[in-house]
């Protein structure tokens, strides 16, 4: 038996629940959902970045004429002076002016 006209498949349709027995749902029941995935989110992804963050910067600040150091573009090098926004690199026999922000991490620190 194949419907032939549109009333006739409303017809096998289930019945609305709009009955005597239903309760009408909760309206903050339906944005749950949508609450607890905003708090996973935040706690899966955008805390632990601020975290990197906060850690980046202030190894930032704790840089020191002396440190060995690698940068985001791999190049290992000593700190020869820090300005403002710069660092003076000196790797091997090459004198480098690199962003503060491009080093990554601190190898070795000169006490």
Do not use: H
């Not at 038996?1 to 009408?24: D, K």
């Not at 749950?32 to 905003?38: E, H, I, K």
């Amino acid at each position: 038996m194949q419907p032939n006209s549109f009333s006739e498949l409303l017809a096998f349709a289930a019945p609305p629940s709009g009955g005597q027995g239903a309760q009408p749902q909760n309206p903050l029941m339906a944005f749950l959902p949508m609450v607890l995935l905003v708090v996973v989110f935040y706690f899966i992804l955008i805390r632990p970045q601020q975290k990197r963050q906060k850690e980046q910067r202030k190894m930032i600040e704790a840089l020191k004429s002396g440190d060995k150091v690698i940068t985001s573009a791999g190049i290992v090098g000593e700190v020869v002076s820090v300005k403002e926004r710069t660092v003076s690199l000196r790797s091997a026999d090459t004198k480098l002016e690199v962003t503060k922000d491009s080093v990554v991490a601190i190898t070795e620190s000169k006490s």
